[in-house]
């Protein structure tokens, strides 16, 4: 069956940075595309970022565009969110998703969270 397995998060200094991982199987990753979304405190999720399978190139949203890097191993069946210079708003329970035969499929989340 499809599993998404996040690691990393926790507490970060605001301009401080972080990375979640999230390990993939059950389904073909190579020919997926796989997106972070995130869940801040009281709000809707959101898409935070988009790594298409290759030769696509990731996309982000605005509030995190030139901050975040989301990448993937193909070889390892794994993407990454890579977050630098964290803002308090960046707070949230991150996401890994992947959309497989019609199917959304979600990691378990990760809580991060910034604070002076």
């Known amino acids: 069956q499809v599993q998404l397995v996040q690691v990393g998060g926790g507490l970060a200094q605001p301009g401080g940075s972080m990375r979640v991982s999230c390990a993939t199987s059950?389904?073909?990753?190579?020919?997926?595309?796989m997106k972070w979304y995130r869940e801040p405190p009281g709000k809707e999720r959101e898409w935070v970022a988009t790594t298409p399978h290759s030769p696509g190139v990731a996309n982000y949203a605005e509030s995190v565009k030139g901050r975040f890097i989301a990448s993937r191993d193909d070889a390892r069946n794994t993407v990454y969110l890579q977050m630098d210079s964290l803002k308090p708003e960046d707070s949230a329970v991150y996401y890994c998703?992947?959309?497989?035969?019609?199917?959304?499929?979600w990691g378990q989340g990760t809580q991060v969270t910034v604070v002076s």
């Open positions: 998703n992947v959309l497989w035969t019609g199917a959304d499929y």
């Open positions: 059950g389904f073909t990753f190579i020919n997926s595309t």
